[in-house]
């Protein structure tokens, strides 16, 4: 059987999710790591963050995937008072490459995933970011729930569904709902297009007073699951996709946790 490379794997990578789906301001794709160097083991995590790393070291990894990049701007120096710098020369010295799937794979895979989760029924995209022969594709998905239920009741269900130990629900928790939408990640900007569709209760992350307060003042309701709540769903999945693809392939998953704690 022929020897499976970096470029073997993220060749199939990004036939499935293309660069050219991702938002400009993106930075998907290989982020450190020769093309060429042979593959055995990989890890799938949401951040390269210094435990992801160390664990790829520990467990002889060679491939590390994750969701988010390893850096959106620029990098002047690569030395150990950087963060980012500290993390490359951490990778590069352990021999592991990096390679991240942001947002191509929020409009491919993600939205979609997370309505499937909710269970909505006649889901729609809820913002399009790009139309090719294939169809259209876009962030969050935008559908009905089984039945109606109140605000409170919906917001056990995406606990229930994400594995969440809370969420800050912006407006009255006794108001039915039916018509969501669902953003992983970080969703203000989600906010005008979820009000354009007649959206009931929108279920994202990151979401700051003030921008909660003038959705619900608009007939928003919104539901913050944080940032880490909906979009660790990326870990299982593509641990998944990567065994399913790539038998030959040790793929390993790292467990992680909402980054903060509530006192």
């Known amino acids: 059987m022929e020897q499976l490379t970096v470029k073997t794997i993220t060749d199939e990578l990004t036939n499935e999710y293309p660069y050219e789906l991702a938002m400009e301001w993106d930075n998907p794709g290989l982020q450190v790591g020769r093309i ?3 593959v055995t083991k990989v890890l799938v995590a949401l951040d390269a963050t210094d435990p992801v790393i160390a664990r790829c070291a520990e467990e002889g990894v060679q491939l590390l995937l ?19 710098g500290r993390r490359v020369l951490a990778l590069a010295e352990n021999r592991v490459a990096h390679f991240a799937m942001h947002t191509n794979y929020d409009v491919v895979t993600m939205g979609q995933l997370a309505g499937d989760m909710m269970c909505l029924e006649q889901q729609k995209i809820l913002e399009v ?5 294939k ?14 239920c109140t605000a409170a009741s919906c917001c056990e269900k995406v606990k229930e569904v994400f594995g969440l130990d809370g969420i800050r629900l912006f407006g009255d928790p006794q108001r039915k709902v039916r018509y ?8 203000k900007s989600m906010i005008e297009p979820a009000l354009h569709m007649g959206v009931d209760l929108l279920v994202t992350g990151d979401i700051g007073h003030h921008d909660g307060l003038d959705a619900v ?10 940032h880490y709540g909906i979009e660790h769903i990326f870990v299982k999945q593509m641990g998944e996709w990567m065994r399913e693809r790539f038998p030959e392939l040790d793929v390993l998953e790292m467990t992680e946790q909402e980054p903060y704690i509530t006192i």
């Open 135 to 148: 169809g259209e594709y876009g962030i969050g998905r935008v559908g009905l729930l089984p039945a109606w």
């Open 217 to 226: 003042a608009k007939g928003l309701l919104v539901a913050d699951a944080g």
């Open 36 to 38: 060429e160097a042979p």
């Open 129 to 133: 970011t790009a139309t090719t022969d």
């Open 180 to 187: 969501i939408a669902v953003s992983p990640g970080s969703g």
């Open 66 to 84: 994750t969701h988010h990049p390893l850096t959106m701007q620029g990098i002047r120096q690569f030395n150990e008072g950087d963060l980012t």
